[in-house]
């Protein structure tokens, strides 16, 4: 009998021993898939960032061509405020 009862202990230790393995199997499957789904999501991170990096270049160049617009807008305007201010002295009566 008492070799019956070592055996149902000794049976009984391995099932929860199993049965910890098995947890651990568990936990160590899901860290796996937690781990690909963040690589994923970092990759879709810097997908994104090298997107909008390239937005942002596109942004500062369309900046800079309106500054350069602007310049020239506002130079033909003070050139033609000048003109317009000579040809009303010269037709201002003295």
Same mark, same amino acid.
């Given at each position: 009998m008492a070799g019956t009862e070592?055996?149902?202990? @000794?049976f009984d230790r391995f099932e929860r021993a199993l049965r910890q393995f098995e947890a651990a199997v568990g936990r160590t499957q899901q860290t796996e898939k937690r781990a690909e789904t963040l690589a994923?999501? @970092?990759e879709a991170l810097r997908r994104d960032r090298a997107r909008?990096?390239?937005e942002l270049d596109l942004v500062r160049s369309k900046a800079g061509e309106l500054v350069d617009t602007s310049k020239q807008a506002a130079g033909k305007i003070d050139a033609a405020m000048s003109r317009?201010?000579?040809v009303l002295h010269s037709n201002s009566p003295d």
């Open positions: 070592k055996l149902d202990e @000794a994923g999501e @970092a909008l990096a390239h317009i201010r000579a």
